[in-house]
T-cell receptor
């Protein structure tokens, strides 16, 4: 069964450092998303991406964040200068272009900023 | 008003019980609706889509009331393995998630 894969599963970084979280969406999907979940809190929307551009972003997704689809398979989230409050689980999701279908989530990257 | 509201629970029920979760959403233009299940520190996984006519998948029944902007999930004959957090997710360009409803099924 096709699945969304994310790497790394866990990343520890020092405050102020840049991190890149990687995702390989399901191959025929065209809608891509990043969500985050701070421990004990709800799943929060960060950004959606379609047709090689951001289609929507939340107020969390400030200038420190960027997304890229550098090739036909990867979808990355970059945080330029990490803060302690960026510590969270980051989920990538993708969705088929056929109708208003469900999203499939990757297993997540646990980001710990120290 | 929050985009999605759910009773956070926890709902503590014995095995075999029937339990119902409710969800209200604020965006009347939402296009599709889903229930996801999330185990502790794991990704959300699709449980089922929700249709206006109501739909059933084994022990799970989902209902949608567009007029009231309300979604429900009924779980019959609860199993220990049903213990998780249940997230309702309307779709309008992106998926909105509520805080989820935590279910604990006890032996």
């Amino acid at each position: 069964e096709p699945e969304v894969t994310q790497t790394p599963s866990h990343q520890v970084t020092q405050m102020g450092q840049e991190v890149i979280l990687r995702c390989v969406p399901i191959s025929n999907h065209l809608y891509f998303y990043w969500y985050r979940q701070i421990l004990g809190q709800k799943v929060e929307f960060l950004v959606s991406f379609y047709n090689n551009e951001i289609s929507e972003k939340s107020e969390i997704f400030d200038d420190q964040f960027s997304v890229e689809r550098p090739d036909g398979s990867n979808f990355t989230l970059k945080i330029r200068s990490t803060k302690l409050e960026d510590s969270a689980m980051y989920f990538c999701a993708s969705r088929s272009p056929r109708g208003n279908t469900e999203a499939f989530f990757g297993q997540g990257t646990r980001l710990t900023v120290v | 008003r929050k985009e999605v509201e759910q009773d956070p629970g926890p709902f503590n029920v014995p095995e075999g019980a029937t339990v119902a979760f409710n969800c209200t959403y604020s965006n009347s233009a939402s296009q599709s609706f889903f229930w996801y299940r999330q185990d502790c520190r794991k990704e959300p996984k699709l449980l089922m889509s929700v249709y206006s006519s109501g739909n059933e998948d084994g022990r799970f029944t989902a209902q949608l009331n567009r007029a009231s902007q309300y979604i429900s999930l009924l779980i019959r004959d609860s199993k220990l393995s049903d213990s998780a957090t249940y997230l309702c997710a309307p779709l309008f360009n992106k998926f909105y998630f509520g805080s989820g409803t935590k279910l604990n099924v006890k032996p």
